[in-house]
């Protein structure tokens, strides 16, 4: 079975930068970033393909966010640029061990992190 860790979280002001990891414990193939806002349901952020050469991102944080992996060390990580309040929540890590394109679906995701939290403070 897989796991997978997170680190990085943390309290940062409006404008700040934070950079998430998501070290796996062996080899996965796709693999994710979704959140959970407060009050809200869990959404998906970004994901990005085995190979590293094709990602998606949701429209909220396109152009500030950068997802990239380091397969030879089983890791993911998320770039969080201009962070907004906003942006507050709960970061998942999330990774499949079928599939190798990116998709935004949760449900095409089999294995999950415990979570990290990020708060952005205006």
């Known amino acids: 079975q897989v796991q997978l860790v997170e680190s990085g979280g943390g309290l940062v002001k409006a404008g700040d930068s934070l950079r998430l990891s998501c070290a796996a414990s062996r080899r996965t193939y796709a693999m994710g970033w979704f959140r959970q806002r407060p009050g809200k349901e869990r959404e998906f952020v970004a994901a990005?393909?085995?190979?590293?050469?094709?990602?998606k991102y949701a429209d909220s944080v396109k152009g500030r966010f950068t997802i990239s992996r380091d397969n030879a060390k089983n890791t993911e990580y998320l770039q969080m640029d201009s962070l907004k309040p906003e942006d507050t929540a709960v970061y998942y890590c999330?990774?499949?061990?079928?599939?190798?394109?990116?998709?935004?679906?949760?449900?095409?995701?089999?294995?999950w992190g415990q979570g990290t939290q990020v708060n952005v403070s205006s």
């Open positions: 999330a990774a499949s061990t079928l599939i190798s394109s990116p998709v935004d679906d949760s449900t095409r995701y089999d294995v």
């Open positions: 990005i393909s085995w190979g590293g050469g094709s990602t």
